[in-house]
């Protein structure tokens, strides 16, 4: 007797509805869940499935535990039992290479292969948006650690010696660009905790706007040789309010208004996991030169 299921109408809905949502947003499948809509009626068939599965993956180059992490559940057994059961929870990665194995006589099989193809083509361009991202982040972070500090040098020169002097004249650069908002409104708008820097968790766009109002006002200083903390403090302002002005008559988002982003440690994190993985890749995969 055949074991196949009937195709659903909207087979896409199909394997949304069995997808699992972690609170941080991560998406996976639980394999029993992949057996089921698949049409395997003896699970222990679809395991040969996910061993060929792990296998492309490894092939592929990808760490298999990012992709295959097994864990136990418990199912109903009848008359309100339980027993635990080993199920592998399968990454949008791991559900592509698996529907790839899968049995194709099977009636969503092929359909499963098209969902889960554009899905990870979706899901490799949000990658490469973030990774883009990713990376403007963390050169416009270092340009204003850079420019933050030629500033202090230039500001000292006009008199913005003492720890709270320099609070002060930064924080009319922030009141200029923000609209009247400080640092501290800033960090209470943005729902940031006292030890966290507004600025490691600034997107590019806000972060460009800063690294500007920071580079022109350090340029004005020192080419009006300013002498004096207190015209330091209001060209800061004044350079602040200019760059908010060019943003308003080009029809941006004001800076209070961005998103807040993750912090920037993570971000260096992913990014040096990132290097390693592919400077890891390279030497395993010599050039047809070197080999």
Same mark, same amino acid.
């Given at each position: 007797m055949? /074991?196949q299921?009937? &195709?659903? &109408?909207?087979?896409t809905?199909?394997f949304?509805?069995?997808?699992?949502? *972690?609170?941080?947003?991560?998406?996976?499948?639980? *394999?029993?869940? @992949?057996?089921?809509?698949?049409?395997?009626?003896?699970?222990?068939n @679809?395991?040969?499935?996910?061993?060929?599965?792990?296998?492309?993956?490894?092939?592929?180059?990808?760490?298999?535990? /990012?992709?295959? &992490?097994?864990i136990? $559940?418990?199912?109903?057994?009848?008359?309100?039992?339980?027993?635990?059961?080993k199920?592998?929870?399968?990454?949008?990665?791991?559900?592509?290479? &698996?529907?790839q194995?899968?049995?194709?006589?099977?009636?969503?099989v092929?359909l499963g292969?098209?969902y889960f193809?554009?899905?990870?083509?979706?899901?490799?361009?949000?990658?490469?948006?973030?990774?883009?991202?990713?990376?403007?982040?963390?050169?416009?972070?270092s340009?204003?650690?850079k420019?933050n500090?030629?500033?202090?040098?230039?500001?000292?020169q006009?008199?913005?010696?003492?720890?709270?002097?320099?609070?002060?004249?930064? /924080?009319?650069?922030?009141?200029?660009?923000?609209g009247?908002?400080?640092?501290?409104?800033?960090?209470?708008?943005?729902?940031?905790k006292?030890? $966290?820097?507004?600025?490691?968790?600034?997107?590019?766009?806000?972060?460009?706007?800063?690294? @500007?109002?920071?580079?022109?006002?350090?340029?004005?200083?020192?080419?009006e040789?300013?002498?004096?903390?207190?015209?330091a403090?209001?060209?800061?302002?004044?350079?602040?309010?200019?760059?908010?002005?060019?943003?308003h008559?080009?029809?941006?988002?004001?800076?209070?208004?961005?998103?807040?982003?993750?912090?920037?440690k993570?971000?260096?994190?992913?990014?040096?996991?990132?290097?390693?993985?592919e400077q890891?890749?390279s030497?395993?995969?010599?050039?047809?030169?070197?080999?």
């Open positions: 055949s /074991d299921q009937p &195709v659903p &109408v909207n087979p809905n199909t949304e509805r069995i997808k699992r949502t *972690s609170p941080q947003g991560n998406e996976s499948w639980s *394999s029993r869940d @992949f057996a089921e809509v698949l049409g395997y009626t003896d699970y222990r @679809f395991e040969a499935v996910i061993e060929k599965a792990r296998t492309a993956c490894f092939n592929s180059g990808q760490r298999i535990e /990012d992709h295959f &992490v097994e136990t $559940e418990m199912i109903e057994i009848g008359k309100g039992g339980q027993r635990p059961v199920t592998v929870m399968l990454s949008r990665y791991a559900g592509y290479l &698996v529907i194995n899968a049995d194709p006589t099977k009636a969503l092929a292969q098209t193809a554009v899905q990870t083509r979706r899901q490799e361009l949000a990658d490469d948006q973030k990774l883009q991202e990713d990376q403007k982040r963390l050169l416009l972070r340009e204003m650690k420019h500090k030629n500033l202090a040098g230039v500001a000292k006009a008199g913005v010696i003492q720890p709270l002097d320099y609070a002060i004249f930064m /924080d009319h650069g922030y009141r200029g660009l923000y009247g908002l400080g640092m501290r409104d800033i960090r209470e708008r943005k729902r940031l006292d030890k $966290e820097q507004v600025l490691d968790h600034m997107g590019s766009t806000e972060l460009a706007a800063n690294l @500007f109002r920071a580079t022109q006002t350090e340029e004005k200083l020192r080419r040789n300013v002498q004096n903390k207190d015209q403090n209001r060209i800061h302002n004044e350079v602040g309010r200019k760059v908010r002005k060019t943003i008559e080009l029809g941006g988002t004001m800076p209070e208004n961005l998103p807040v982003a993750e912090s920037i993570k971000v260096e994190s992913r990014e040096k996991k990132r290097i390693k993985a890891k890749k030497l395993g995969n010599p050039s047809k030169e070197e080999s």
